[in-house]
């Protein structure tokens, strides 16, 4: 029995089915590691970048989205609980504040304010002063003084002075389009207070998804600009790689971007300046992959 001696022809597209079989191996290898692990290795392995040359971009930006969806969830969190530490401060002295008021209810009806007892009150300290009279229709704005609530009978004035900018408004209880006469107590005051912290942690999840697709929208924007000036830039120094290769290497260096970007935030970055960090990490990368690419050929 004779053995069959295959054909140049049938050898080449057994050749090219290994190479293909290897590169999805790669790729499927690629996409089922770990978050953290490809989190860790875009701050220091140079093989890794030249691994994801061999991938779709499509697995670039998936990565991209996780990263970005784990730092504004990171950040929010932060605030929340910025937010709620100071909640949970303020509630019990405003609630205290609110039961030393010499009154019982304000009431508003057709555009005049009444107090009950109707007694002046005035509270200040170095900077802040509440001064409230509903015998009179217009209080006298007190000087320096930072910020200042007043009370009179016809409406409420707020002022404010941040550092000589000056924010000065008043509002009308004639504007309030009343039906039936509104009645404040000191319980509806602990309510509202109530309301709105309730509120806050309501409108947290709202917060993140304004935050995620705000970052989206910013970091896809960064990325095209340097993606542009670093296609350029691998012409230049003749490294071989398309323009979705550039985009799917800044999608993962934006791994340590963002970790060097929260140190330098302190002292503050216009986008111009996070370009040219984008750019020059793009920059290093794109040095070593032309290295390497003297001893084998990165594919686009």
Known sequence: MYKKVPTHKEEKKHSVKLIDKEKTIK????VKTP????FRRCFYD?????????NTLGQALKYCFLLILFFTFLEVLAFSAVIRIALSQFIPIANENIEKLPYENLTITEGKAQLEPNNPYLYQNENFILSIDTTKDNLDLPEKKDIALLL?????????????IIEDRQFSFSEFKLKAPLIIT???????I??????FFSASLLFFLLMLIFEIIKKAVLIFLVALLGYFFSKIIQLKISFQ?????????????????????????????NVLLLFLMYGLVAFNLEKRSRVEIIEP
């Open 152 to 164: 009179s009978s016809t409406g409420f004035r707020v002022y404010q002075n941040r550092d000589g």
């Open 245 to 273: 290769g550039v985009l799917s290497i800044l999608c993962y260096l934006l791994t340590p971007y963002i970790v060097i970007q929260y140190f330098l935030s302190y002292i503050g970055m216009g986008i111009w300046l």
């Open 27 to 30: 790729q499927v290898a690629l």
């Open 186 to 192: 000191k319980e509806t005051l602990k309510n509202w």
């Open 46 to 54: 140079i093989s890794f970048y030249q691994s994801v040359l061999k």
């Open 35 to 38: 978050f953290l692990k490809v």
């Open 194 to 199: 109530e309301l709105a912290r309730k509120w």
